[in-house]
């Protein structure tokens, strides 16, 4: 099966990352699949993880934690706080990697609808530094995201 | 009276705001005064207006409102979450002037025990663009620093 690519830029010199993908769903359903926590397990993140979240709170002033276990039984915590949630349209939420305590980015999540029940989902993060935002992308942050969206086509298809 | 000098810089290409201040007092008393909002609406912003708190709430997950009225009946409201609160230490916490909804930046406030009760507070602002670092810069944010700070050194001596 073929999916919708996924763009991923880190513009030279400024601590931003990018991120343009589409999706055959309409932007309820992607919507939700980003805010209900049984949904968003089956897909965020790398292959091979499984995600346990401690909470996942997808509302204004709402928090978020989670950890990825790797199949050798490394774990990665995250968490956050959703600084605006409009829903099927746009979420602001900080992110925090446990492992780099302290060094958090925040990013903005638009959903548009473009037709055909189609998503065109767009994410700007912005990191505290362009050293941070060269961090995250070193640590296959691209490859994550890219598979991550794969399994989201499957959820939105309801596989 | 003299005051503690305050440094502001806007370095060039980065969405950056760097901010420095000494302070008179212990972290303890300068931490209080940045989460009391009894004393917080006594020196934040510039002068000549009057702060109205609908929430101050710093603690990690905590939300806050405020807006600055001036003379002339002009409002001016301002939202963020509290990602981090280490009491006496650290805060970090994003910042929506509400004026331009969904340009949200994100603040990490260091305070620093230098020795003979005095505090240096180093702040690190990230705008998701420079130009809206720049908006920020040329809305005249660095009067408005400058004079609380001025205003923050009376609320530290009991005036």
């Known amino acids: 099966m073929s999916t919708n690519p996924v763009t991923i830029t880190a513009p030279d010199g400024v601590p931003f990352i990018e991120i343009t993908r589409e999706f055959d769903a309409p932007v309820a359903a992607v919507f939700r699949a980003h805010s209900d926590p049984d949904l968003v397990k089956q897909?965020?993140?790398?292959?091979?993880?499984d995600m346990d979240i401690e909470s996942y709170d997808v509302r204004t002033g709402g928090r978020y934690r989670y950890a990825h276990t790797d199949g050798s039984g490394g774990t990665y915590s995250f968490n956050g706080v959703f600084h605006t949630v409009r829903p099927d349209e746009l979420i602001i939420q900080t992110f925090e990697y446990e492992g780099t305590?302290?060094?958090?980015?925040?990013?903005?999540?638009?959903l548009e609808d473009i037709g055909?029940?189609?998503?065109?989902?767009?994410a700007h993060s912005t990191f505290p530094s362009v050293e941070a935002r060269d961090g995250m992308v070193s640590s296959g942050m691209e490859q994550g995201v890219s598979e991550g969206y794969e399994r989201l086509d499957g959820v939105l298809a309801g596989r």
């Open 101 to 110: 305590p302290g060094v958090v980015s925040i990013e903005t999540l638009n």
């Open 116 to 122: 055909g029940g189609r998503t065109r989902l767009t």
């Open 43 to 49: 897909w965020l993140g790398p292959h091979g993880y």
